[in-house]
Antibody
Framework: QVQLQESGPGLVKPSETLSLTCNVS??????????WVWIRQPPGKGLEWIVS???????FYSPSLKSRVTMSVDTSKNQFSLELISVTAADTAIYYC????????????WGQGNLVIVSS | DIQMTQSPSSLSASVGDRVTITCRAS??????LAWYQQKPGKPPRLLIY???TLQSGVPSRFSGSGSGTDFTLTISSLQPEDVSTYYC?????????FGQGTKLEIK
């Protein structure tokens, strides 16, 4: 059974960097079949896609966040990561990692989410 | 950018009712439309992809239709466990935009 689990700090100070990791179990992150994804959801609001990445490096970004986002894949640990720089209160959200098929595909598997609050 | 607009934003219906949620794309997205269900405190769950294909394990009372710019999600007979927020999503063109969500409650 494939599972995704986010981890990272729940509190980040304004202007600092938000860093999260998603551990993948039951599937290889080097699978030729999938992209790996980050999505966020501000409390009580809707879903916002952030970035999708293939293990070899092909990456697609949300235009509104591209300048602040870095995504990486660690095949040795079977995990992928998100960094969001220069955070503000508007970045407070539940951050989800997810799996996506290659080509034009929806997000078929999601982690449980990691709430990150941006506050001093 | 293509915008996804759902209606209604919220909906209250009785158990056993037929429920329909609509999603409109600002440009033609062919059949590249997915529907997700999100229960309170849980991550979204993929229900339907390619506008009308049911994801494995999803009850058959859920169905999807449409192509181009206009899409619908239908629940044929509403059950108490269907209380959720439903989101549509376009997934072509490497930009994966969600609708704003439709909150479904039981009357």
């Amino acid at each position: 059974q494939v599972q995704l689990q986010e981890s990272g700090p729940g509190l980040v100070k304004p202007s600092e960097t938000l860093s999260l990791t998603c551990n993948v179990s039951g599937d290889s992150i080097s699978s030729h079949s999938h992209y790996w994804v980050w999505i966020r959801q501000p409390p009580g609001k809707g879903l916002e896609w952030i970035v999708s990445m293939y293990y070899s490096g092909s990456t697609f970004y949300s235009p509104s966040l591209k300048s602040r986002v870095t995504m990486s894949v660690d095949t040795s640990k079977n995990q992928f990561s998100l960094e969001l720089i220069s955070v503000t209160a508007a970045d407070t959200a539940i951050y989800y990692c997810a799996r996506q098929g290659r080509g034009a595909s929806p997000f078929d598997l999601w982690g449980q989410g990691n709430l990150v609050i941006v506050s001093s | 950018d293509i915008q996804m607009t759902q209606s209604p934003s919220s909906l209250s219906a009785s158990v056993g009712d037929r429920v329909t949620i609509t999603c409109r794309a600002s440009q033609d997205i062919s059949h590249y439309l997915a529907w997700y269900q999100q229960k309170p405190g849980k991550p979204p769950r993929l229900l339907i992809y390619a506008a009308s294909t049911l994801q494995s394990g999803v009850p058959s009372r859920f169905s999807g239709s449409g192509s181009g710019t206009d899409f619908t999600l239908t629940i044929s007979s509403l059950q108490p466990e269907d209380v959720s927020t439903y989101y549509c999503q376009k997934y072509n063109g490497a930009l994966y935009t969600f609708g704003q969500g439709t909150k479904l409650e039981i009357k």
